[in-house]
């Protein structure tokens, strides 16, 4: 049975791309760094995801990466690199202000509400997240907000997931379900912790690891028919 599941947050249940869209030509705008087009918008996200990317593999800090994503971006458009960290505290407060769900997401985890504990699981930084979870509703209906800058851990490192599963007993690890859109994070973190694992691959890409999961789905209504299925 599957008492408490775990949810990523961006990517996932929400839309990390439109926010982080919105929110950087937000901050473009506030710096008066002219604007921020669609090709530079995508140029960032890349530079991005490689740096969480270190986060994940233990490489770099938090607060590192956070800074240092910024440093790298700004000089390829001619940009003062120095203002990196002003403008990172900036975005952070702007991620949370356009929050969208992904497909099927908020029907899933209204559907679900009452029938197990939902909780969130992020590695997002906790103004941004606790942001957004206030502004999607969402803190109405998880039970736990799991956020490692809280935990002190990143997801896929076994703290974090040591942690979860103490707050969640008596429930016991096989009867918790995360469900995210990370192989290198939700899936291994969750593998490696011996929960049942749900990776959403709503692109269909393959599974690059050595790792098998308990189930891939490219829908997130397909969750509640997960549940249903180990009652
Ligand atoms: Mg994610």
């Known amino acids: 049975m599957i008492r408490a599941i775990l949810w990523d947050i961006d990517g996932t249940l929400l839309d990390f791309s439109v926010s982080e869209k919105a929110a950087i030509r937000k901050c473009f705008e506030i710096f008066g760094l002219g604007t921020c087009t669609d090709e530079m918008v995508s140029v ?7 740096y969480w990317h270190l986060l994940e593999d233990g490489k770099m800090s938090k607060q590192d990466i956070l800074i240092s994503r910024f440093r790298e971006f700004f000089p390829l ?14 975005y952070q407060l702007r991620l949370s202000d356009t929050v969208v769900f992904t497909d099927g997401a908020e029907e899933v985890i209204n559907c679900l509400h009452g029938s197990l504990i939902q909780c969130a699981a992020s590695n997002g930084t906790r103004v941004a997240q606790e942001g957004k979870l206030r502004r999607s ?4 209906i998880f039970e736990h907000t799991f956020i490692s800058e809280n935990i002190g851990y990143e997801k896929p490192d076994p703290g974090f997931f040591n942690y979860v599963i103490s707050a969640l007993a008596p429930v016991r690890p096989e009867e918790v379900l995360i469900v995210g859109d990370s192989l290198s994070s939700d899936m291994k973190g969750g593998f490696n912790a011996g929960i ?13 690891t050595d790792m098998t999961f308990d189930h ?5 209504r397909e969750v509640p028919p997960i549940i249903r299925m180990y009652a």
Do not use: H
Request: aromatic residues 12%; glycine residues 4%.
């Open 196 to 208: 049942r694992t749900c990776w959403y691959d709503p692109q269909k890409m393959p599974n690059t």
């Open 137 to 140: 509703g969402m803190d109405r």
């Open 216 to 220: 891939i789905i490219a829908d997130l």
């Open 77 to 90: 458009y001619g940009i003062d690199p120095s203002i990196s960290e002003a403008f990172n505290d900036e």
């Open 44 to 50: 960032y996200s890349k530079i991005n995801s490689r």
